[in-house]
């Protein structure tokens, strides 16, 4: 994946984040219900394809480094309803996918009779929700975090939720054991030994 | 035309579910709701709105699209299950709320 915020974005300063989070869930027969859909924007947003809810949603710094660990992120969902917990309460959220995507676009504006929207809307009429359409707009996107959502724990007004990345099964790769294990506990044991394997290390035997 | 919240969704659910023109006393017209927003406070102070509703809606828990959400001010419609919308009268325009438990929700029968 790529990082880079190119000429695109960058020629206009006046660009503008949001986060996009993707959750799928399964019911407790373990049979795929849907995924949720969700962003920090303060309105829908709509990708061409998909809608996501806006909600209070907010998660932790996420660190890379060079250590052999599973990297982790706790997402934190405020000021739900019971609709929410009522979902992650019957659902089986663990171990199931989950993504973030960041997208940094320049906002499009737009004049809906005397107010000028600088996010940019779309579907203003008088019975339509007004909803971001980031499909048409400037912007790079790429997936900030992906991963199995591992733990969480809902109540009535909050649902937190541990996400780890899938990078569980590493390994360094290493030289062949060439040594006796009963012997030497370590390969530095026996490569600083005076003699070689299966020989008494007393020189007049 | 005057519009209201309660306005607004009727004129959204009219295009797309077949809706009573009436209840009880009230006869609603889609095309002249004028006088109905005139007595748009007495409407609300007797709930009037939720029975309405209720003469042809059956209650559910957890919305959906196009479910109609009511609290005791406002008639609003579900976007999903977790927000809905709802006209706001000082704005000239529909926004989105979160639902919460003082939300009653109905659907339309066969909805």
Same mark, same amino acid.
């Given at each position: 994946?790529?990082?880079?915020?190119?000429?695109?974005?960058?020629?206009?300063?006046?660009?503008?984040?949001?986060?996009?989070?993707?959750?799928?869930?399964?019911?407790?027969?373990?049979?795929?219900?849907?995924?949720?859909?969700?962003?920090?924007?303060?309105?829908?947003?709509?990708?061409?394809?998909?809608?996501?809810?806006?909600?209070?949603?907010?998660?932790?710094?996420?660190?890379?480094?060079?250590?052999?660990?599973?990297?982790?992120?706790?997402?934190?969902?405020?000021?739900?309803?019971?609709?929410?917990?009522?979902?992650?309460?019957?659902?089986?959220?663990?171990?199931?996918?989950?993504?973030?995507?960041?997208?940094?676009?320049?906002?499009?504006?737009?004049?809906?009779?005397?107010?000028?929207?600088?996010?940019?809307?779309?579907?203003?009429?008088?019975?339509?929700?007004?909803?971001?359409?980031?499909?048409?707009?400037?912007?790079?996107?790429?997936?900030?975090?992906?991963?199995?959502?591992?733990?969480?724990?809902?109540?009535?007004?909050?649902?937190?939720?541990?996400?780890?990345?899938?990078?569980?099964?590493?390994?360094?790769?290493?030289?062949?054991?060439?040594?006796?294990?009963?012997?030497?506990?370590?390969?530095?044991?026996?490569?600083?030994?005076?003699?070689?394997?299966?020989?008494?290390?007393?020189?007049?035997? | 035309?005057?519009?209201?919240?309660?306005?607004?969704?009727?004129?959204?659910?009219?295009?797309?579910?077949?809706?009573?023109?009436?209840?009880?006393?009230?006869?609603?017209?889609?095309?002249?709701?004028?006088?109905?927003? &005139?007595?748009?406070?007495?409407? @609300?102070? +007797?709930?009037?709105?939720?029975?309405?509703?209720?003469? =042809?809606?059956?209650? !559910?828990?957890?919305? &959906?699209?196009?479910?109609?959400? @009511?609290? +005791?001010?406002?008639?609003?419609?579900?976007?999903?299950? =977790?927000?809905?919308? !709802?006209?706001?009268?000082?704005?000239?325009?529909?926004?989105?709320?979160?639902?919460?438990?003082?939300?009653?929700?109905?659907?339309?029968?066969?909805?």
């Amino acid at each position: 994946m790529s990082k880079t915020i190119t000429n695109d974005v960058r020629g206009d300063d006046t660009f503008a984040i949001l986060h996009l989070f993707e959750f799928d869930m399964f019911t407790l027969a373990n049979v795929f219900d849907e995924t949720l859909r969700f962003t920090d924007h303060d309105i829908f947003v709509n990708d061409g394809t998909n809608e996501f809810t806006p909600l209070a949603i907010s998660f932790d710094k996420l660190v890379e480094d060079f250590s052999m660990s599973s990297d982790s992120i706790s997402v934190s969902i405020d000021n739900i309803n019971g609709a929410l917990t009522t979902k992650a309460l019957a659902s089986e959220w663990r171990n199931n996918r989950c993504k973030i995507t960041r997208v940094i676009y320049t906002p499009a504006s737009e004049t809906i009779g005397s107010d000028v929207y600088e996010f940019g809307v779309t579907d203003n009429s008088s019975t339509t929700y007004p909803r971001l359409e980031i499909a048409s707009l400037t912007k790079d996107s790429y997936v900030l975090f992906e991963g199995v959502i591992d733990t969480f724990s809902a109540t009535s007004q909050a649902l937190q939720g541990t996400l780890t990345t899938q990078f569980t099964h590493w390994g360094k790769p290493h030289p062949s054991r060439t040594y006796n294990q009963n012997e030497f506990t370590t390969i530095i044991d026996a490569m600083t030994d005076v003699v070689y394997w299966g020989r008494p290390t007393d020189p007049n035997i | 035309m005057m519009t209201n919240c309660f306005t607004v969704v009727i004129q959204y659910l009219s295009l797309r579910y077949p809706l009573p023109q009436g209840w009880k006393d009230y006869k609603l017209d889609v095309n002249n709701m004028d006088e109905f927003v &005139k007595d748009e406070k007495r409407f @609300l102070a +007797k709930r009037l709105h939720i029975g309405f509703f209720k003469s =042809f809606c059956k209650k !559910v828990k957890t919305a &959906k699209k196009d479910d109609i959400v @009511l609290t +005791k001010t406002s008639v609003g419609c579900a976007i999903n299950q =977790f927000t809905y919308w !709802v006209y706001n009268e000082d704005l000239n325009r529909v926004t989105h709320k979160q639902l919460d438990n003082d939300c009653l929700i109905m659907r339309v029968q066969n909805g």
